[in-house]
């Protein structure tokens, strides 16, 4: 498929370098009200003025897409899903409504065991199958890269068969989006293991980490009480990292538990969730440069305070937003809603908001030399909004404005 293209007419917005930004540069997007991108074989050759645009050598082998003076962005970065799973939990929803709770859904044998029974049973394909259908919907919201966690296995061989189910999306040659592998065994002390963690932390260091060694780029765990606890979290973490992996932390979700000082110490490359995070844990990733990834849809869905995303940019850390789509906590992989809860309810202004689903989200997967923002050499990871104006983002509240997704030169999703 053709994956060289010039796009012309456009009103570009974006962040700037290969790396994460934090605190009051998350606010500065460069713009260029008439430019040109010229994409040859999927990576970006040129992006800026249009006047300025070289001219390019077998202009036959370039598709062309006026942009019709509207808005372009860098392609937004998933950076937090729980994509692969069997079943479906509406039952809990249920429950929550009435007054349940999510952790003690979880300790009554529900939750995230409930997800593992299910997908115990499925094959790597019909995993890969289900997941498909979410991606197809999130390339048509102008996501362009997402990260995968594995963790409703819980024992090896079903994680391998959800690491499994991800290398098949993601080698696919038609696939839409780039596909980042996490490794969450942590993600819950099964109930094969039940009151014998330490135990199950063993069995995760010794035989799951050498087993999805080369699988899954990051490793990342639930750090939370009554599940992992901070002894058991820097025990497996510091194992993992010996092994090769880089690190995430599902941090400080349900109680300020110190996840958050953790991933700082640990130099992990991003701590999640954050709702309940202390000032100290805030300064803390900000000296350490822990990216911080604020999940609104998770807060939002378990009606809880949404986390304290002023505090992280205002103290000179660098926030991702994410949607942590999963069938439990929160079933949703919206990214229109995303960022009008980032704005609405996070006071992030809508520059810092689209800094953090692109250049900080792609930093969080540790991918900001390839995309994130619109700049020669990156992949050309593009979204073409309906409008002029990238500030009716958070103004369409749940509704999607993209109206041309390109992902890596190839365009994957119109919105017509
Ligand atoms: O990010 N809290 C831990 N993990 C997920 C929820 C997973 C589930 O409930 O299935 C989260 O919220
Ligand atoms: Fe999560």
């Known amino acids: 498929m053709n994956n060289s293209v ?10 700037l370098g290969r790396s994460a930004r934090k605190g009051a540069d998350m606010a500065s997007l460069h713009t260029v009200e008439k430019a040109a991108i010229v994409v040859t074989d999927g990576v970006i050759d040129y992006a800026g003025p249009q006047s300025d645009m070289p001219a390019v050598t077998d202009e036959s082998r370039y598709s062309h897409i006026d942009a019709g003076g509207c808005a372009v962005l860098p392609g937004f970065v998933d950076s937090h899903t729980h994509l ?17 709770s999510y952790m003690s859904i979880m300790e009554r044998g529900g939750g995230i065991q409930s997800t593992v029974n299910a997908t115990r ?6 995993l890969a199958r289900k997941a498909q259908w979410f991606i197809d919907r999130m390339a048509a919201m102008g996501v362009t890269t997402v990260e995968a966690k594995s963790g409703y296995g819980l024992d090896t061989a079903t994680e391998l068969k959800m690491l499994d189910a991800i290398d098949r999306l993601a080698s696919d040659p038609n696939q839409k989006l780039r596909i980042v592998a996490t490794f969450l065994g942590a993600h819950a ?32 765990i639930f750090t939370e009480k009554n599940v992992f606890e901070i002894e058991d979290s820097r025990r497996f973490l510091k194992a993992a990292r010996e092994a090769g992996f880089k690190l995430k932390l599902h941090a400080d979700e349900i109680v300020t538990l110190g996840g958050a000082e953790l991933a700082a110490e640990l130099g992990a490359v991003s701590a999640d969730h954050l709702l309940h995070v202390s000032d100290q844990g805030v300064e803390d990733m900000a000296a350490a440069g822990v990216v911080a990834t604020l999940l609104p849809l998770t807060a939002f869905t378990l009606k809880e305070p ?13 926030v991702a937003l994410a949607t942590d789509l999963n069938p439990g906590s929160c079933f949703s992989g919206s990214i229109p809603l995303t960022i009008a809860l980032a704005c609405i309810y996070m006071n992030m202004t809508i520059e810092e908001t689209i800094t953090a689903l692109t250049i900080n989200g792609a930093a969080a997967v540790d991918l900001a030399e390839r995309t994130g923002s619109l700049e020669q050499g990156k992949d050309a990871d593009i979204i ?33």
């Not at 992902?407 to 017509?416: E, I, L, P, T």
């Open 384 to 416: 073409i909004l309906n409008t002029d104006n990238y500030r009716m983002l958070p103004y369409y509240v749940g509704m999607n404005c993209v109206r041309t997704v390109i992902s890596r030169g190839r365009v994957v999703a119109k919105n017509d």
């Open 84 to 100: 692969i799973f069997g079943g479906y939990r509406p039952d809990e929803f249920e429950w929550r409504l009435k007054g349940d």
């Open 121 to 126: 049973t499925e094959s790597a394909e019909a």
């Open 6 to 15: 010039i796009i012309t007419n456009a009103v570009m917005s974006t962040p």
């Open 189 to 220: 002390v099964p109930k094969e293991y039940k009151g014998r963690t330490a135990e199950y932390v063993d069995l995760m260091i010794s035989e799951m980490l050498p087993a999805v060694k080369g699988k899954a780029r990051f490793c990342d």
């Open 306 to 318: 949404y986390a304290p995303a002023r505090k992280f940019i205002d103290s000179g850390a660098a």
